[in-house]
């Protein structure tokens, strides 16, 4: 982000933009817009998905870490400046009310550098206290505070991983929830060979109106599902899954396996992520389907 943006400030004069930042494992399902009821992202005025990893960070050494990298302020009507770190001070209410954030992150484009800057010295420091997952994340929240760029935390921009699975509003969105998640079990059932129903269409073919998904599936677990679906009585079921660690590196390549990619097929039982079945059918389609349509999109001559 940070090389990034060094580069967007010396070519290009935009100066009222917002950037939106997304893991990798990040895959589009809808328009990407916030609630109507949301503020605007303005400078100074940063926003992020509301993660549930709250102020964990504040049991770490934070005064070793800013000894590490402590953060330079200028003092008001003095040419003189203070090292200090903001980010000891402050409480696990501020961090669950403006700093317990995750992608995707909205920042004005005026204050992606001073971020994304303090963001990389303070990386380094956490993960050694923490080397772990999430440490960066953790380093983000710190950098945010010593900016003093608080967050507006939203909820509903991103499904699939690290939160719960979308809330259906009536009974249409439900039975829309249901049919969806059965009819792709069904192309999978009665795929032929390097085909499967849909598979051209992109992820958006997964999911029949009125239900509509949040803008982003984040696909970092392990989605699993049985066919035949529902479970038939006496019947063995046959369990497919996707995981992103699972698919070749080179599944995009032209020159790879021309075939469909189809979900995994396990041999063993496989449990349903966070609970819900059809969501767990529909992540697999969205992400199988995403891939499909990419590479025929890619390849197309």
């Not at 939160?163 to 009665?190: C, F, M």
């Not at 999911?207 to 699993?224: E, G, K, N, Q, V």
């Not at 497919?240 to 032209?254: G, M, N, T, Y």
Request: charged share 25%; glycine share 6%.
């Amino acid at each position: 982000l940070h090389h990034w943006v060094v580069d967007f400030l010396e070519k290009d004069d935009r100066r009222d933009e917002a950037i939106v930042l997304i893991d990798p494992d990040f895959l589009f399902l809808n328009t990407f817009e916030f609630p109507e009821d949301a503020p605007p992202v303005l400078p100074g005025k940063p926003a992020a998905a509301k993660y549930g990893l709250g102020g964990q960070f504040l049991e770490f050494n934070l005064t070793r870490i800013c000894d590490w990298v402590p953060f330079t302020q200028s003092t008001k009507g003095s040419l003189e400046s203070k090292k200090s770190c903001p980010f000891v001070s402050i409480t696990n209410k501020d961090v669950n009310q403006y700093y317990s954030a995750g992608p995707p992150y909205v920042i004005h484009i005026q204050d992606v550098l001073a971020l994304s800057k303090r963001w990389s010295e303070l990386v380094p420091p956490t993960y050694d206290e923490y080397p772990l997952l999430y440490a960066e994340m953790f380093a983000y929240s710190m950098a945010a505070a010593d900016l003093n760029l608080k967050h507006q935390l939203i909820k509903g921009l991103f499904s699939g991983c690290m939160t719960g699975w979308p809330h259906t509003r009536g009974k249409d969105e439900l039975g829309a929830l249901k049919q969806s998640a059965k009819n792709y079990v069904i192309s999978i059932e009665k795929q032929t060979k390097g085909h499967a129903d849909g598979d051209g269409e992109g992820a958006s073919s997964c999911f029949l109106p009125p239900l509509s998904p949040p803008p982003f599936l984040h696909y970092c677990a392990r989605y699993s599902f049985t066919t035949p679906y529902p479970p038939v009585e006496n019947e063995t079921p046959t369990y497919h899954f996707f995981a992103k660690r699972r698919v070749d590196h080179d599944i995009l390549d032209c020159s790879h396996d021309p075939e469909t990619f189809e979900p995994f097929i396990s041999q063993k039982k496989e449990s349903v992520e966070g609970g819900s079945k059809d969501w767990n059918v529909l992540t697999a389609c969205a992400v199988v389907r995403a891939i499909n349509f990419a590479k025929r999109k890619g390849c197309e001559k």
